[in-house]
Structure formats: C-alpha cells, structure tokens
C-alpha cells in the first residue's frame, strides 16, 4: 500500500457524522498550491480519532497535513450512463500546523 502525504489549507468546514455504530466519518477538502497559479484539490476522509481531531480542530482557510492512502470509487452516472470516477484520501493521521496554539493542542493529544 502506497502512502500519501500532503499539507495545505482547509477548503471547506469539516462535515462530521455518526454510523449506527457510532463511528464518526469527516470530510473536507485540502487545497495544495503548487508553484504559479496552480491549486490541487483532494477530498479528505477521515475516521474515528482522525475525524475527531480534523471536525474539532481544523477549519475552513486552517493549514493541516495528512498523512492517508488513495481511494478509488468508480460509478455509472444514472443520467447519462457515464462511468465516472472518484479520488480522495482516506486519513490515518491529521497534523496540525500553523499558531503556535496548535502545536501545543497537537502535542497534549494523543492522535
């Protein structure tokens, strides 16, 4: 399994739920500005303890990093009956980055 690491700024507020089990799923996006006007996006899902930092402590315009693996979802759109695909990385860790307020919030926690 490959192994993904990537820092930039949070695109959006983390969205949180709660399976039936009581597993929290969080999603966001991260925006990687690369040399120029060019901006990456990746969609990020994070689980359990990773969701938990990531809906608590990062939002929209925050730097953070993740540490995850690639996921691949492909579909057939209902309407046109294309076959379309999807890219997102799946967290294993967040880091927080940036004040130094977070650094020591990161470092009192146990990710």
Not at 37 to 55: G, M, N, P, R
Not at 60 to 65: A, L, Q
């Amino acid at each position: 399994m490959h192994t993904v690491d990537l820092t930039g700024k949070c695109g959006k507020d983390p969205q949180s739920r709660f399976l039936e089990d009581g597993t929290q799923v969080a999603n966001t996006s991260l925006a990687d500005r690369k040399s120029g006007d060019v901006t990456l996006w990746y969609e990020i899902e994070a689980w359990d303890k990773s969701a938990e930092i990531l809906q608590k402590y990062v939002s929209k315009g925050k730097s953070f990093g993740v540490t995850g693996r690639i996921k691949m979802q492909k579909w057939q759109d209902r309407d046109s009956g294309e076959e379309r695909q999807k890219m997102s990385i799946v967290a294993d860790r967040i880091h927080l980055l940036g004040s130094a307020e977070q650094s020591q919030t990161e470092q009192s926690e146990d990710f």
